[in-house]
């Protein structure tokens, strides 16, 4: 096959122009049992869920369990921080998960939030410090109040957590408010990643753009067959015109599902809006790539990882992780094995980049 170099290892040229097909089978290797078989690889998930209980006692937990079949249908596994979920991960050769609290806490009420937050928090802490090897945390932030979420975010990485998460916009509400400044103030001074994950968009978005159809092609139009990506590509966006990296430019972000679409429209963005239309101190694309990092999450595409690896390298930028329990981690773990780069650069979205960023 012939090969040409990328600025980060070795892709197959019928891949870099796009073919589905040079990705050749997806399955795993299989041994006389039929059970996969994985290279050995050390393997760490950055996007990999769980529920806690305080979320679960209130109204809004209740309320999910009743009404949200997908949430029903895998409420077992989000609970399961134990045998179970490390089973899972050691048939599918990942080594460690940093686990994040889905559904996200940011719509719930001020009043409400504070505790709930506090005690996902410490129940979180408490299910890492079982599994110190296999386990880690990002820490769940209380957006409506920002003062507080600063003090929990320095609470939470005294504790060891690895950063925070953020799901989406908090009841309407985006990053570049600098309403939140204070917490990304504190999360700059703590070097302190913050994972932004989607969230359904608000319902003015949702009644414009993803209204109209069946309740259920309505619902995951707008979540993970389309909404969820471009709703999170278009947050870190606002992000970077609002001036939040030049403000804070030692901010860290870290974005799943393969750039959320960001990579597609990097260079478009960059070509119309230059830094004499944003004043900004760098162009668009700067930014996506020095303050934004990426996470596969359940895209398992080769041509998206393709563009994104074209758009801002492998090396600090590109890392595994599998969306448990929404996406399957064989799968992840079988589409890290068969990319078609270097084995130096496998390490690194395997381990090595997680590992600088989250110093683990």
């Keep these: 096959m012939n090969l040409r170099e990328s600025t980060t290892g070795t892709i197959p040229a019928t891949a870099a122009g796009g073919a589905a097909t040079a990705f050749g089978d997806t399955t795993a290797a299989a041994d006389h049992t039929g059970a996969p078989r994985f290279s050995k690889l050390r393997t760490i998930g950055l996007e990999e869920h769980y529920i806690g209980p305080a979320f679960l006692a209130g109204p809004r937990g209740q309320q999910l369990m009743r009404e949200d079949p997908h949430f029903q249908a895998n409420r077992a596994q989000l609970q399961d921080l134990g045998a179970g979920r490390l089973a899972l991960m050691d048939e599918a050769g990942i080594d460690v998960q940093v686990l994040s609290h889905h559904p996200g806490l940011e719509q719930l009420e001020a009043g409400e939030q504070v505790p709930i937050v506090r005690d996902t928090n410490d129940y979180l802490r408490d299910m890492v410090a079982k599994q110190p090897t296999r386990l880690a945390g990002f820490a769940s932030l209380c957006t409506a109040a920002p003062g507080d979420a600063a003090k929990e975010l320095e609470r939470m990485m005294q504790a060891g957590f690895k950063g925070a998460i953020i799901n989406g916009h908090s009841r309407g509400r985006y990053l570049d408010d600098k309403f939140f400044w204070p917490m990304l103030e504190a999360a700059e001074h703590l070097d302190a990643p913050i994972y932004l994950h989607p969230t359904p968009p608000p319902k003015a978005v949702f009644d414009t753009y993803y209204s109209g159809f069946s309740p259920m092609v309505s ?82 595409f080769l041509p998206n990882f393709i563009n994104l690896m074209s758009q801002v390298g492998i090396e600090d930028r590109i890392m595994f992780s599998t969306d448990h329990p929404w996406g399957s981690m064989s799968e992840a773990r079988t589409f890290l094995d068969a990319l078609p780069i270097s084995h130096a650069d496998r390490e690194l979205i395997a381990h090595g980049n997680a590992e600088r960023l989250f110093k683990m």
């Design 219 to 300: 619902m995951l139009f707008s979540i993970a067959g389309c909404g969820w990506h471009i709703e999170t590509g278009i947050h870190v966006t606002r992000m970077i015109l609002g001036g939040v990296f030049d403000r804070f430019p030692n901010l860290k972000v870290v974005i799943g599902h393969l750039g959320e679409g960001t990579s597609f429209w990097l260079p478009r963005m960059d070509s119309n809006i230059g830094p004499n239309l944003t004043k900004l101190k760098q162009p668009i694309s700067a930014y996506l790539r020095q303050n934004v990092y990426y996470t596969f999450s359940g895209f398992n």
